[in-house]
């Protein structure tokens, strides 16, 4: 029975939700285990266009259980509102959504603290999304953050609600000059939150360790990317969580050893939101041709995202952190109309050739890539199902990625639809999940 992690290979948006849509039939559980409301996809279901940011896609999947697990953080007026969301259009939650009781709040104060630690950082701010993701968790890392089981205990609510506010106002006034909280104007509807979740939070490990005692296939979905993990990414432009694989059992309670398989998501490409080096970062018109083929405008904020040329570098390194077995590529349609395709193969920094990919945040910051061109194809991939019906450019291209990454790609995506799909026969995509056909066509 696989219990399969799905992880971002890049700087996150790399499509991991048709990824994850595909899978979803195949499995009894998906479990969100890290972020919080930063994340964003969205779905479409016959007309109905879902936005999710905090809940696993799986629950638009009747009868699929979702978890939210001890490692994401959660802001309760964002997740109430996707679950109204979705109660409206005859999503069934009860039975099906389940929240960890170790799940850190985002509080209102943090995406205030958010806001005005960038505005404070000038030219060398993240670029955050603003929703008060890394404070939250700073709070936790600082032990004085407030979780989910606190707001059902109202009297140990409040009393970690008044160390904070002492704590965030005194910031907030003297360090950002920003505007304070008061204790009650956050109390209340906290507590009306609470009356919404309570029903919902539980002690997700346990049941996550019965579940899979009793045979129950597991999903993991990563949110954002390898590249911005807190330890593994390109630190200090990274994201506050574990995003790697690993994150998958500590932001869960599900242990390495329960845990079978990984699957990596890669763009053909590579984008990124907000601030932090991108060596392959292209500028001008072919940037811009692929921003607007590929419609690369975060599904959280609607920011241009940056869009560069596929980093083997990058995608090894996440080979190597994740342990991926199989990577699934996505937007190949998108570098349909380009004349040459460029592949970074190393980085150069002050006269030496790196092909590993280093940690050193200052020398990523320098390295300039080391292209291979590849001859483009010039032909519509769009919507191909078989490599047999790809041009044989593209089917080149897609040889020298896999020789590069040095794992085999599961699936190719050719198009937005579930059917714009190449599956490959005899992955460990379809052998974990032999019929995984069923749900692409
Ligand atoms: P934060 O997660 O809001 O703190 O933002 C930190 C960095 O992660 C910024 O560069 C964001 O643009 C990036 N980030 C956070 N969530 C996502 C995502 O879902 N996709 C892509 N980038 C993200």
Redesign the pocket.
């Known amino acids: 029975m696989p219990n399969i992690v799905v992880v971002g290979v890049q700087?996150?948006?790399e499509g991991k939700g048709k990824v994850v849509d595909v899978i979803t039939p195949h499995v009894d559980v998906v479990v969100r285990y890290q972020?919080?409301n930063?994340?964003?996809h969205t779905v479409v279901v016959g007309r109905e266009k879902y936005v999710l940011h905090s809940i696993p896609s799986g629950i638009l999947h009747p009868g699929r259980r979702c978890v939210v697990g001890c490692g994401v953080v959660v802001d309760p007026g964002s997740l109430i509102e996707e679950m109204e969301a979705l109660v409206q259009r005859g999503v069934t939650l009860d039975g099906n959504l389940f929240i960890s009781r170790n799940a850190h709040l985002i509080m209102p104060y943090h995406p205030a603290l958010?806001r005005a630690s960038e505005a404070k950082l000038g030219r060398r701010r993240?670029?955050?999304?603003?929703?008060g993701?890394?404070p939250a968790y700073v709070d936790k890392a600082a032990r004085v953050g407030i979780r989910m089981a606190d707001l059902l205990d109202e009297r140990l609510f409040r009393e970690k609600l008044e160390l904070n506010i002492a704590q965030k106002n005194r910031l907030l006034r003297d360090i950002y000059d920003a505007q304070t909280f008061s204790v009650e104007e956050i109390l209340n509807p906290y507590l009306r939150y609470a009356g919404w979740l309570a029903p919902y939070i539980t002690d997700t490990a346990l049941l996550l360790s019965r579940w899979i005692d009793s045979g129950y296939d597991v999903l993991f979905e990563g949110?954002?990317?390898t590249m911005?993990d807190i330890d593994h990414g390109t630190y200090p432009?990274?994201?506050?969580s574990s995003t790697t694989a690993g994150g998958a059992a500590t932001g869960t309670g599900v242990p390495p050893t329960r845990i079978h398989g990984v699957i990596g998501v890669s763009k053909a490409y590579t984008t990124?939101?907000?601030?932090?080096p991108f060596p392959t970062e292209m500028s001008g018109a072919v940037g811009e041709a692929i921003r607007t083929r590929g419609n690369e405008y975060?599904?959280?904020?609607g920011?241009p995202r940056r869009c560069g040329w596929f980093d083997a570098i990058v995608a090894r390194y996440a080979v190597r952190i994740n342990g991926l077995d199989a990577v699934a590529l996505t937007k190949l349609d998108v570098l349909d109309q380009c004349e040459t395709v460029k592949v970074c193969v190393g980085y150069r920094h002050r006269g030496e050739v790196l092909t590993e990919f280093p940690e050193d945040e200052t020398v990523m910051a320098e390295a300039e890539p080391v292209y291979e061109d590849v001859s483009g194809w010039l032909a519509s991939t769009n919507g191909a199902q078989n490599l047999a019906d790809l041009p044989a450019k593209a089917r080149h291209y897609l040889d020298r990625l896999e020789e590069l990454i040095g794992v085999p790609f599961c699936l190719v995506s050719t198009g937005a639809q579930r059917a714009e799909t190449i599956l490959i026969e005899d992955s460990p995509l379809t052998r974990w999940f032999p019929s995984v056909r069923t749900s692409l066509f």
Not at 272 to 276: D, L
Not at 298 to 301: D, N, S, Y
Request: no cysteine; proline share 0%.
């Open positions: 700087w996150g948006d972020g919080g930063n994340a964003g958010d993240i670029g955050t999304t603003g929703k993701v890394g949110a954002q990317g911005l432009y990274i994201t506050s990124r939101v907000g601030g932090g975060g599904a959280t904020t920011r």
